[in-house]
C-alpha cells in the first residue's frame, strides 16, 4: 500500500512565503515523476509543477518565477516552495508522484490535499 501524506499549508498574508511537503510511504521499488496540483473551490484540479526523478521540472505560467519543485529522492519527499503568495494561490493543494510498487507497475497515486489561503 502507498501514501502520500502532504503538509505545510496554512494561513500566509499576501507576498508571503509557505513550504510544502509530500512524503510517500509504503512498498515502493521506484518513483517516477512528482506533481503539486491545486483546486480552487468551484473550479478543477491544475498542474502546478511537475519534477523528474533526475531533476527536471517545469511550471504553470502562473507560478514561474514565484515556486520552486524540488525532491530529496532517499526521502521519497517532494517539495513545494511558494514565495510571493498572492490572493489567487488560495487553493487545496494535492501531491501526486508516478510510483512502481514491488507488486504493481507505475500508476499515480494522490494526497489527501493542504489547504493554502492568501489573504490580501
Known amino acids: 500500500q502507498v501514501q502520500l501524506v502532504e503538509s505545510g499549508g496554512g494561513l500566509v498574508q499576501a507576498g508571503g512565503s509557505l513550504r510544502l511537503s509530500c512524503a510517500a510511504s509504503?512498498?515502493?521499488?521506484?518513483?517516477?515523476?512528482m506533481d503539486w496540483y491545486r483546486q480552487a473551490p468551484g473550479k478543477q484540479r491544475d498542474l502546478v509543477a511537475t519534477i523528474t526523478s533526475g531533476g527536471n521540472s517545469n511550471y504553470a505560467d502562473s507560478v514561474k518565477g514565484r515556486f520552486t519543485i524540488s525532491r530529496d529522492n532517499a526521502k521519497k519527499t517532494v517539495y513545494l516552495q511558494m514565495n510571493s503568495l498572492k490572493p489567487e494561490d488560495t487553493a487545496v493543494y494535492y501531491c501526486s508522484a508516478n510510483i512502481k510498487t514491488y507488486n504493481t507497475w507505475y500508476r499515480d497515486y494522490w494526497g489527501q490535499g493542504t489547504q493554502v489561503t492568501v489573504s490580501s
Open positions: 509504503g512498498n515502493i521499488q521506484s518513483i517516477n515523476t
